[in-house]
């Protein structure tokens, strides 16, 4: 069984990144495939309205220049997916937020593609606005049907400029670990692996 972790930072071995790391040590130990993906920093664009996706059910966005559909792909053939990104002016960076409206609308529109699928919000911040933007997250796996997992606390990890300081915020990492289990747990008990 898999777990897809999307990164929504620019940068590539941030905070964001760690906390997937330290998520992605206990999900394997716990026997479960985990597959990095990168959508911060990509092209990717935002939705464009046109509702084809509504007309064509094909299981695609129209837009097929960018990444998107690549990153659809992966998120279709996983059992769970944890949507990460650092905070930006108390939200999820663009790039995040593009992949979401047009993966919730693709799925929706093709009958509720991610429906009982598990889902886990993973924010990192310097200092504030960090609910915001894990609210932001939610919003997709509420209105599509899945199971969302949370820890011991907010999915959250405190980390500013230089990209590595989110390893000092032992909190956060430990409750990357219990995340893990908890993700785990669930997908044992749905049966999907
Ligand atoms: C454009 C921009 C906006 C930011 N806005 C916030 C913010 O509103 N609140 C906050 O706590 N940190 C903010 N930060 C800091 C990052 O969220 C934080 O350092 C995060 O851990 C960076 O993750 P990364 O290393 O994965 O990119 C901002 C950083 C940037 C570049």
New binding site residues.
Partial sequence: MKVIGING???RE????KLLDALFETLQKEGIETELVQVGGTDIRGCLSCYACIRNKDRQCSAKKDVFNAIFEKMLEADGMVLAS?????DITPELKALIDRAGFVSRANGGLFRHKVGAAVI???????IHAYDSINHLFQICQMFIVGSSYWNL?????E?N??LNDQEGLNNMQDLGQSMAFLLGKLGTR
């Fill in positions: 930072s620019p940068r941030g905070n964001t990144a650092p905070t930006y002016f108390a990192s911040l310097r200092r504030g606005g960090g990890g405190f980390g500013g400029r990209g300081e989110v």
